[in-house]
């Protein structure tokens, strides 16, 4: 386990933070990651992977070396393994009665939460581990730098994972994507955890030291910007790219993150936005020394 990491790339190095989304998100993501790629974009070369719940997954993915065009469908991302979660629709609900309650900090909504997390009957999390395993192809952590983020259900309190957390990489992915109602609480080390996404929508504060930091939001329309203004703030990088839905993919995405019956055509939806990311992404992705932008959706600015 670690906490907020300079990359590896040092203070000229190059961070990918990937987040939050649901199914569908981590479908989009998938999608933009093969389209970027096709136009000239690896993202897989950065020196530091950040990934947050759906993007714990297309992290790991792109860490290790692997194809994201493995998760164009639900069938080829998680195979013969792949049963459908066992939603508690009640605690759900409170779940997220909790989560909208505006006399609540962050920090007081996260035990409340965990509490919920703990009583759903939401299945066995082994099943969730094996379903997560599918989806990454491999329990071995990558050599390059990547973290993943959880949160305490018992305390609320986040943690980051890494490599040397001794736990294995479908655990770890398995508790970043464990949202409350949905997914059980992950058993790591004696501790249980759940989202990662109640920690942070993209965790963009732990690229600390990146020159350059990608962020590719999946929740970008629905969450506040305040939140992720001051994490760029705190990652202090040069240039930031942001990435979130466009407007057609937003009615993509529909209601339901979870929806698998808008899985591939938010895959196809990544694919397409990747050719107008990529004209914002590639000459910083590039040349990390050239001088400093910040990018905010199609916006450019000074720093």
Same mark, same amino acid.
């Given at each position: 386990?670690?906490?907020?990491?300079?990359?590896?790339?040092?203070?000229?190095?190059?961070?990918?933070?990937? +987040?939050? =989304?649901?199914?569908?998100?981590?479908?989009?993501?998938? +999608?933009?990651?093969?389209?970027?790629?096709?136009?000239?974009?690896?993202?897989?070369?950065?020196?530091?992977?950040?990934? &947050?719940?759906?993007?714990?997954?297309?992290?790991?993915?792109?860490?290790? =070396?692997?194809?994201?065009?493995?998760?164009?469908?639900?069938?080829?991302?998680?195979?013969?393994?792949?049963?459908?979660?066992?939603?508690?629709?009640?605690?759900?609900?409170?779940?997220?009665?909790?989560?909208?309650? &505006?006399?609540?900090?962050?920090?007081?909504?996260?035990?409340?939460? =965990?509490?919920?997390?703990?009583?759903?009957?939401?299945?066995?999390?082994?099943?969730?581990?094996?379903? $997560?395993?599918?989806?990454?192809? &491999?329990?071995?952590?990558?050599?390059?730098?990547?973290?993943?983020?959880?949160?305490?259900? +018992?305390?609320?309190?986040?943690?980051?994972?890494?490599?040397?957390?001794?736990?294995?990489?479908?655990?770890?992915?398995?508790?970043?994507?464990?949202?409350?109602?949905?997914?059980?609480?992950?058993?790591?080390?004696?501790?249980?955890? $759940?989202?990662?996404?109640?920690?942070?929508?993209?965790?963009?504060?732990?690229?600390?030291?990146? @020159?350059?930091?990608?962020?590719?939001?999946?929740?970008?329309?629905?969450?506040?910007?305040?939140?992720?203004?001051?994490?760029?703030?705190?990652?202090?990088?040069?240039?930031?790219?942001?990435?979130?839905?466009?407007?057609?993919?937003?009615?993509?995405?529909?209601?339901?993150?979870?929806?698998?019956?808008?899985?591939?055509?938010?895959? @196809?939806? =990544?694919?397409?936005?990747?050719?107008?990311?990529?004209?914002?992404?590639?000459?910083?992705?590039?040349?990390?020394?050239?001088?400093? @932008?910040?990018?905010?959706?199609?916006?450019?600015?000074?720093?």
């Amino acid at each position: 386990m670690t906490t907020s990491t300079p990359a590896s790339g040092g203070p000229h190095g190059r961070a990918v933070a990937l +987040g939050a =989304g649901g199914a569908v998100g981590t479908a989009w993501m998938a +999608g933009l990651v093969v389209g970027l790629h096709e136009a000239g974009v690896d993202l897989a070369e950065a020196d530091l992977f950040i990934g &947050t719940s759906a993007g714990a997954i297309v992290g790991a993915l792109l860490a290790s =070396g692997q194809d994201c065009s493995r998760l164009a469908t639900p069938a080829r991302a998680v195979g013969s393994q792949g049963t459908p979660p066992q939603v508690d629709g009640d605690r759900l609900g409170e779940v997220f009665a909790v989560l909208r309650d &505006t006399g609540l900090t962050p920090a007081e909504k996260r035990p409340l939460v =965990g509490r919920l997390a703990h009583t759903a009957a939401t299945g066995p999390e082994q099943a969730h581990i094996t379903r $997560m395993g599918a989806m990454v192809g &491999t329990d071995r952590w990558p050599d390059r730098k990547l973290l993943i983020t959880a949160v305490d259900a +018992g305390t609320g309190e986040s943690e980051v994972f890494d490599g040397a957390s001794g736990a294995p990489l479908s655990s770890v992915v398995a508790a970043s994507t464990a949202f409350p109602g949905i997914y059980p609480p992950i058993t790591i080390n004696d501790r249980r955890y $759940m989202d990662g996404g109640l920690r942070s929508g993209t965790s963009a504060d732990l690229a600390v030291g990146a @020159r350059v930091l990608v962020v590719i939001e999946p929740m970008a329309h629905l969450l506040p910007r305040e939140p992720l203004t001051q994490e760029l703030a705190q990652a202090g990088s040069d240039a930031v790219v942001t990435i979130g839905p466009d407007e057609e993919t937003a009615q993509v995405f529909g209601r339901d993150l979870h929806d698998r019956a808008a899985w591939q055509p938010a895959y @196809r939806a =990544g694919v397409r936005q990747a050719g107008e990311a990529a004209e914002r992404i590639r000459a910083t992705w590039h040349n990390p020394r050239q001088p400093p @932008r910040l990018t905010i959706g199609s916006r450019e600015q000074a720093p």
